[in-house]
């Protein structure tokens, strides 16, 4: 059985940073991280496999780093703007995707708030 569980959320004034984490156990073949703006569908922000390949959504790249450890995955954002708030979501599943309905496994979510 998978677990999954973010922390690092919070409020902070456009342009700075915040790194969440997220702590996980069973199949982490694929790890990613979603977020769901209100009103918005949920959208994949970044992945990372176990090669340690990687991509990101246009939006973030420059200013956003995924990276993952044993049992643990990291989201550094830096350079934040207004248009990042979202809850942020941890993720497993067996493969990379591009969509949220092909996800097997999700944490609780992160709240990220971004002031202009």
């Known amino acids: 059985q998978v677990q999954l569980q973010e922390s690092g959320g919070g409020s902070v004034q456009s342009g700075g940073s915040l790194k969440l984490s997220c702590g996980a156990s069973g199949d982490t073949r694929c790890m990613a991280w979603f977020r769901q703006a209100p009103g918005k569908e949920r959208e994949v922000v970044a992945d990372?496999?176990?090669?340690?390949s990687s991509t990101y959504t246009d939006s973030v790249k420059g200013r956003f780093t995924i990276s993952r450890g044993p049992g643990i995955l990291y989201l550094q954002m830096n350079s934040l703007k207004p248009e990042d708030t979202a809850m942020y979501y941890c993720?497993?599943?067996?493969?990379?995707?591009?969509?949220?309905?092909?996800?097997?496994?999700w944490g609780q979510g992160t709240q990220v708030t971004v002031s202009s």
């Open positions: 993720t497993t599943n067996e493969y990379c995707v591009d969509h949220a309905i092909q996800v097997a496994n």
């Open positions: 990372m496999r176990m090669d340690g």
